[in-house]
């Protein structure tokens, strides 16, 4: 039995920035484990009471730089919910059930899980922000579904369980148990409509090839990453256009924290959260926003055999947003090398949203706005957009293949064409796009190389090529496109 771990009352109450970043601080450097419901419970409590039901005009009024006080947090308010959970949890798990191990059991781990999921309340609206913290659970009995991912992890560390981990994928979350963390259980639903498997191991998912499970490289977290969980997962946003500041400046400060102390070197994720909120607002002394999205790439490559997505098309909306193109391409292009070697199946709903804006709303618009330029430095005449751009889409192309869902449709066709058009045949003729052999494992690896920019051609990729505009060409305005050749000088 974990003896029930007194709140520190010297901390509260707590009312500025500074003050919660001293709490984390101390339980992260103390000798014992960082206490996840304390800290879930007081960052839950500033989010709830800066973000949920207050009118954006109060906002403006407080937002003055100097003053970042914060709406107290009450040492009474926090004890009382900690002890609430302490109770809730020990008083529904009697522990003499389960062996006299010290490592959890799958039907440990199975309880606590129904103990959350039959605690929360019956109809709300799951995917509503500020639902991810234990305030949100002990007051409104709510949680989405990391939420309760993370509230079983913290459940089973009240009880004294120290082998539960957080697992992180790139859009789930499930738990590790066990000697050496060797047995997995799924503990929280994932997507719409989609029946949970609570209890069971993650089966499947890795042998489908699925990019949900990310083929077996997730973030396995310790309990100061499961810190780092709670703090990315700390939601400053007040309206779909506006954030509270207070909020983003605390995690901001509290993901610094982490990242001087080393726990966000193996999390991609919390390094791109903390480089959007230094490209928004950057810390004087700190390295610039994009090289932490470097970062957060390279945590993928060196500790996730680069299976991440996200680290890429993080990097790749900075660099959008800041108008650098080519780069933006690069990224692009690097984010659909990881995905080429997954499987698109049902449960990949988001990396599929991301990959369609990016090809058939943010490519459009750069070729739009680059067209109407004139520059002899245009990216239309850098045959190393064109090679990344081309890495992009056949990234996208080999994701499909094999697929028991599939990724292209019309939808797709017509964007393609129209960028891979606007590239005039001389600059198409400069780029080498050399095929990896049938190995894929050779080829995953290789993928990862610069893409060949020779001066030769390559007969097999530019027939595809070719082919794929002839055929398309039917679909999208012929004139266009013989337009297009023309300028280009050469026809088909
Ligand atoms: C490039 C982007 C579209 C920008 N934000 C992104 N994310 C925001 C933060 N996200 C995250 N940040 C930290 N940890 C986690 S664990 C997880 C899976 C559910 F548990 C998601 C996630 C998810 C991804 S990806």
Request: net charge negative.
């Amino acid at each position: 039995m974990a003896g029930v771990r007194a709140v520190d009352r010297r901390h509260f109450p707590l009312e500025d920035i500074p003050s919660i970043v001293k709490l984390f601080k101390e339980q992260l450097e103390s000798s014992s484990e960082p206490d996840l419901a304390l800290l879930s419970i007081v960052v839950g409590a500033v989010e709830n009471s800066l973000t949920c039901n207050r009118s954006v005009s109060v906002q403006k009024e407080t937002d003055t730089l100097c003053e970042h006080k914060l709406p107290a947090v009450q040492y009474h308010i926090t004890e009382a919910l900690y002890s609430r959970f302490h109770a809730s949890i020990k008083g529904a798990v009697d522990l003499t059930q389960y062996s006299g191990s010290k490592y959890a059991t799958r039907e440990l781990v199975k309880k606590v899980s129904d103990v959350v999921w039959n605690s929360l309340s019956k109809t709300y609206y799951k995917d509503k922000a500020h639902l991810q913290s234990l305030y949100s659970y002990l007051t409104v009995r709510r949680l989405d579904c990391f939420g309760v991912a993370f509230t079983v992890v913290a459940g089973c560390q009240v009880l004294g369980y120290r082998d539960v981990h957080l697992a992180l994928s790139e859009d789930h979350a499930w738990v590790v148990f066990g000697e050496g963390g060797s047995q997995t259980a799924e503990v929280t639903w994932h997507g719409k409509g989609n029946e949970d498997k609570r209890g069971q191991p993650v089966g499947p998912g890795t042998g489908s090839r699925s990019w949900l499970y990310v083929n077996g490289c997730p973030v396995i977290c310790t309990r100061p990453m499961e810190v780092a969980a709670l703090v990315s997962a700390i939601n400053p946003s007040l309206s779909a256009t506006s954030d509270a500041m207070e909020v983003a400046l605390l995690q901001q400060e509290l993901l610094w924290l982490l990242y001087d102390l080393g726990h966000l070197t193996h999390y991609p994720m919390a390094i791109g959260n903390l480089s959007d909120l230094e490209e928004v607002s950057p810390t004087p002394g700190r390295p610039p926003c994009s090289t932490l999205f470097q970062e957060a790439a390279m945590s993928a490559r060196t500790y996730y055999k680069n299976q991440h997505v996200y680290p890429y098309t993080y990097q790749g909306g900075y660099f959008y947003r800041h108008k650098m193109y080519k780069e933006a391409f690069e990224s692009w292009a690097n984010a659909a090398d990881v995905i080429r070697l997954y499987n698109y199946s049902r449960d990949d709903e988001e990396i599929y949203k991301e990959f369609l804006e990016i090809a058939n709303d943010l490519i459009p618009h750069i070729m739009k706005v680059v067209s109407s330029g004139h520059s002899a430095h245009s990216i239309l005449k850098d045959p190393e957009c064109f090679a990344h751009l081309i890495r992009f889409y056949d990234g996208i192309c080999q994701w499909e293949e094999g697929s028991p869902t599939p990724v292209l449709h019309i939808g797709w066709a017509k964007p393609l064409v129209n960028t891979i058009s606007k590239f005039d045949a001389d600059v198409r003729t400069q780029v080498v796009i050399e095929c990896r052999g049938d190995d894929s494992s050779e080829g995953f690896e290789g993928a990862m190389a610069e893409p060949e920019t020779d001066l030769k051609d390559d007969v097999k990729k530019k027939e595809l090529l070719d082919s794929l505009l002839r055929e398309e060409a039917s679909c999208v305005d012929e004139d266009e496109i013989c337009n297009n050749k023309s300028s280009s000088g050469k026809g088909t």
